[in-house]
């Protein structure tokens, strides 16, 4: 029997907002333990919540990118829990009244495209943390992180393979950090990812139950520990077990996922509307001028790159992956009108030195502006680009431009007709056996000729000229 896989995604996004949900306490990461707390996010009786104005604007300006529909009368609900981390036994929050629902968001994989359905999107506080020293020496909790602003994303159960879940998730993680809502940062956390995962057999219409698996904190994590669970389940299910709906740890260390408890159902939380909080309300006119406030959404600055500049769908999918990339390279395109060649070098060049140095692209020590006089010399034939390719390193480690490299290094380009001559025909005399090959047809040798020539003239010789030399001298 064959399966299929059927996915849904729950994700957790961390809001960038300078305080957290329901009280002034600050939300930066990295703090002493404990130390940014109040009565209010230490639940402390008695202490009550206040809604940030801020992460209500960004959860909205989501739901507008995510082709969501806002709504108008929001509730606040209290989700029942007891865990260490959560001071006051219940999470704040949303349930039958969610502030965005019904959206979509494209992916693409596999060489096809599709949208995946969002069902909702909900504000909700999240937990501290709890940290287990090792050997034994104790758990602590810290609460700074107790209260800080999350938007919970939840698809519909849309996704087949694990190459559809990543492809989701990398355009979800563009859209919230090009609309500043998110850093996107998932190995600190601020953006977390909830596969819930179920086979059935081919051509079925029923969904089987579904494993959640949990603890993932990378892309690499998402595809792997689907990857697991689909042999694991195909396995039970082909051998006549049962798969049971459980919450399931990945074991990094192991790469597998293992039990952590069965699933609550939704009645397991006891959830009732907040009565600390009055219901939300939301005028249309406070919507339309978020929706203002929305710029170019990646999948459109896609097609634009595509259409303006005329670059390949892979190239274009690089560029516009980060809005400062994208904002980059418009920069240079502005300023010399090759995007492919300004788009080669960003991909290849640019983006090594900025990832060996850990640099992002915002901090990029080589401006637009000096990467085009790099490329201008290349365009105008004063160097190559191999040997713009090869002073590069230099470029991104210091201040001059490019053009004081070139000079100080004396790499300028061999152009001039005459010396190129002189040296053509010293590789003609000096390789009587490969010019008589070219003579009598075999064209490939020209390559080699030039490769003398090159190396005679230190990598200075400009190769289109020096090929074009051979040619007429031999004809
Ligand atoms: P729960 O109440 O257990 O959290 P939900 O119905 O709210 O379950 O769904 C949570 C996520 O799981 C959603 O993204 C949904 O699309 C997905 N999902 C629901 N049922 C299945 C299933 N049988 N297989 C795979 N994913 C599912
Ligand atoms: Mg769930
Ligand atoms: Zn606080």
Known sequence: MTFETIIGLEVHAQLQTQSKMF?????????PANTRTCPVCLGLPGALPVVNKRAVEMAIRTGLALNCTVRTTNQFARKNYFYPDLPKGYQISQYDRPICENGWLE???????????IRRAHLEEDAGKNIHASEGAGSFVDLNRAGTPLIEIVTEPDMRSAEEVVSYLKSLRDVLMYIDVCDGNMEQGSLRCEPNLSLRPAGSDALGTKVEPKNINSFKFVKDAIEYEIKRQTKVLTEGGTVYQE????????????????????????YFPDP??????????????????????????????LKDYGLPDYDAGVLTSSRALADYFEACATLFAEPKTISNFMMSELLRELHQTGTTVEASPVSPERLVGLLTLVHDETIS??????????????????AQLVEEKG?????DEGELLALVDAVIERHPAQVAQYREGKETVIGFLVGQVMKNSGGKANPQKVNALFKTRLA
């Open 247 to 270: 919450t399931r740890l990945w074991d990094i260390e192991r790469s597998q996922t293992v039990v952590m408890r069965s699933k609550e159902e939704a009645h397991d939380y006891r």
């Open 276 to 305: 600390d909080l009055v219901p939300l309300v939301i005028p249309d006119e406070w919507v339309e001028e978020l929706r203002s406030t929305i710029q170019e959404l990646p999948r459109d600055r896609h097609q634009r790159f």
């Open 411 to 415: 790499l300028r380009q061999l152009s």
């Open 385 to 402: 680009l191999k040997v713009a390719k090869e002073i590069f390193p230099e470029l991104y480690a210091g201040d001059k431009s490019a």
């Open 107 to 117: 992916f693409k994989a596999n060489g096809t495209s599709g949208r995946v359905r």
């Open 23 to 31: 009280c002034g306490c600050a939300t930066e990461f990295g703090a």
